[in-house]
């Protein structure tokens, strides 16, 4: 079955810098879009960034130019370099799937989450 396993998350300060991977297993990785999305205390989840199979990506305006989605499909493992850290990025951020790998909603799989904390 779909199985997404975040980690990377920890804490902190402002400016500084993290690197989220998530280890994909039970389908075929290459041929899926994949998403990043995050969910702060309070607020509903946000989509963060996404990259389709063929390496095509997007970003919410809020994280564009500081964070940075790839993939390694070689290794079946999906990334998120965050740079230049806010406080307001701090959130739960998780992995997803679509039901179809072809499409960009029906967000049906997700990982565990892995927490992202940064001090002002």
């Known amino acids: 079955q779909v199985q997404l396993v975040e980690s990377g998350g920890g804490s902190v300060q402002a400016g500084g810098s993290l690197k989220l991977s998530c280890a994909a297993s039970?389908?075929?990785?290459?041929?899926?879009?994949m998403f990043w999305y995050r969910q702060a205390p309070g607020k509903e989840r946000e989509l963060v960034s996404t990259?389709?199979?063929?390496?095509?990506?997007t970003y919410a305006d809020s994280v564009k130019d500081r964070f940075t989605i790839s993939r390694d499909n070689a290794k079946n493992t999906l990334y998120l370099q965050m740079n230049g850290l806010k406080a307001e990025d701090t959130a739960v951020y998780y992995c997803?799937?679509?039901?179809?790998?072809?499409?960009?909603?029906?967000?049906?799989?997700w990982g565990q989450g892995t927490q992202v904390t940064v001090s002002s």
């Open positions: 039970g389908f075929t990785f290459s041929r899926c879009r």
């Open positions: 997803a799937r679509a039901r179809f790998c072809g499409v960009t909603s029906d967000i049906t799989y």
């Open positions: 990259i389709s199979p063929d390496g095509t990506k």
